[in-house]
């Protein structure tokens, strides 16, 4: 809809100079996998567009309440969605746990919300309690309940027009005078089995590229190492993925080193 704070979050996405060229080379990372597991639940394909809204397509972000990831999940939050944190890994920033993750909490809140999206929205955004009170608040008063006849926080007033500004633009870029970069409509990364504990820059130094291009779609490892006891998987541009593939089973399962994080106690000593 052309509700005036649409209008508002719209001219503030096409007033930022050059958002759109490097929210597309993001999205050539990310995008296809993204619209793939939309597309694969039959959900609106606007959910795609999620993560722009939420961290501009940067996995790494961290907001000040310390939402992190793609799709900004909060700690606890991630917790109830069954995403691994621990000090190796976090799952919030993992490109497919965290977009399982989301998926299944906003299907989840579109159920409790029966089937409002724009319902649901504002609750991933401001929680369901806070949707739910100010529903409560305007029954209470003989006031309609729908989205834009609730007292909202600021934020969230501004979060669900943003994502509807944004999906404007993008399926009507002419009407907007916006000229957006192709995505290429192929999937970026391509998971590998590896064999126990890897460390990325040695693994990225045997493949002959740049230990950036490993950890682009493998955020969620937060050290040197893959998680010991984590996931058998790791992703790699898929380019590279068969030669990826061949590296890895040549890598002999022992000996390797393997690390392992203590925490001293009173009374240790070296």
Do not use: C
């Not at 503030?12 to 639940?41: D, M, P």
């Not at 972000?61 to 069954?82: C, D, E, F, N, V």
């Not at 399982?100 to 989840?108: G, V």
């Not at 000229?179 to 391509?190: R, Y």
């Amino acid at each position: 809809p052309n509700h005036p704070t649409v209008i508002a979050q719209r001219e503030h996405y096409l007033n930022q100079t050059g958002l759109f060229e490097a929210l597309s080379e993001r999205g050539s990372w990310y995008l296809y996998y993204i619209v793939e597991e939309v597309e694969k639940r039959d959900l609106p394909i606007e959910l795609a567009l999620l993560p722009i809204v939420e961290s501009t397509l940067l996995p790494q972000s961290m907001s000040h309440r310390s939402a992190a990831g793609l799709w900004q999940i909060m700690p606890r939050t991630g917790k109830h969605l069954g995403l691994q944190q621990n000090w190796w890994y976090d799952g919030r920033l993992d490109i497919r746990d965290s977009t399982r993750a989301a998926l299944d909490y906003l299907e989840a809140l579109n159920a409790r919300f029966k089937g409002d999206w724009l319902l649901a929205l504002s609750a991933y955004n401001a929680g369901e309690t806070r949707v739910k009170r100010a529903q409560r608040a305007n029954a209470k008063r003989g006031l309609p309940i729908d989205y834009w006849s609730l007292k909202l926080p600021t934020e969230t007033k501004h979060y669900l027009p943003r994502l509807l500004a944004l999906a404007q633009v993008i399926k009507d870029p002419k009407s907007y005078d916006v000229e957006l970069p192709l995505v290429a409509n192929a999937e970026a990364f391509s998971p590998i089995t590896i064999n126990g504990q890897i460390e990325i820059r040695g693994f990225a130094d045997l493949l002959g590229v740049d230990e950036s291009l490993i950890r682009r779609f493998n955020p969620g490892i937060l050290r040197w190492a893959t998680d010991p006891n984590g996931s058998p998987e790791i992703l790699v541009p898929s380019n590279i993925a068969a030669q990826a593939l061949a590296v890895a089973e040549k890598l002999p399962s022992s000996p390797r080193t393997e690390w392992h994080r203590y925490t001293i106690q009173s009374g240790d000593s070296l």
